[in-house]
């Protein structure tokens, strides 16, 4: 007997389906304004093909969050393995941040509307992690150029919440502000706060 609650022959890409809808659904209506009839239909398939892959709205929105968070771990792996200085491996760290927002513009604004925005009534989820997860690389990039003598030594955390806050300013603005874009923004702070400001003193 055939079972009509999981996927069948029509839906060969129902969870991915799913996941693209949902995405762009939270990112448009927020995650209390969407329902799961409204995802399942825009995503073309029945309700208990959601409910078959992710057993609830909430069980989808946590695995958009994984999503997100194994995107994150793949670019600062990449970033990680990467070599030059000390600026140009953060300067590649933000234009590869940059790639993945502007690759995945719905994910952004999904998660940014849920840290900024109003309340949605979305389950609870640590989102500080993914800015523990940037800290954590920036520093080990920052002390990997201390060991070397080509940084001065300065506090690392000082550095990785600099860069960091650099980085979250500029994509933020981006969002909210897209007639004042500017993907340069960020590698011309960047180089600037490790260049300085402050003229040498004369001997």
Not at 67 to 77: C, D, G, S
Not at 111 to 131: E, K, V, W
């Amino acid at each position: 007997m055939k079972n009509n609650n999981g996927p069948n022959a029509e839906t060969p890409d129902a969870r991915e389906r799913l996941l693209d809808t949902a995405i762009g659904m939270f990112a448009q209506k927020g995650y209390a304004g969407t329902s799961v009839r409204e995802i399942a239909e825009q995503a073309g398939v029945s309700k208990p093909v959601l409910y078959y892959y992710f057993k609830s709205k909430e069980g989808l929105f946590l695995a958009i969050l994984e999503i997100a968070e194994n995107l994150q771990q793949q670019i600062l792996a990449e970033v990680l393995k990467s070599q030059g200085t000390v600026v140009d491996r953060l300067l590649l760290l933000y234009r590869r941040v940059h790639e993945e927002v502007e690759a995945h513009q719905s994910f952004y604004t999904m998660i940014h509307g849920l840290i900024f925005g109003p309340p949605q009534g979305a389950p609870n989820y640590d989102f500080s992690r993914y800015h523990r997860h940037m800290i954590d690389v920036i520093r080990k990039i920052f002390n990997t150029g201390l060991a070397v003598g080509e940084v001065k030594k300065i506090n690392a955390d000082d550095v990785a919440y600099l860069v960091l806050s650099l980085i979250d300013f500029c994509l933020h603005v981006d969002q909210v502000q897209p007639e004042v874009s500017d993907p340069q923004r960020a590698e011309r702070l960047i180089r600037l706060a490790f260049q300085g400001i402050e003229q040498g003193t004369e001997n």
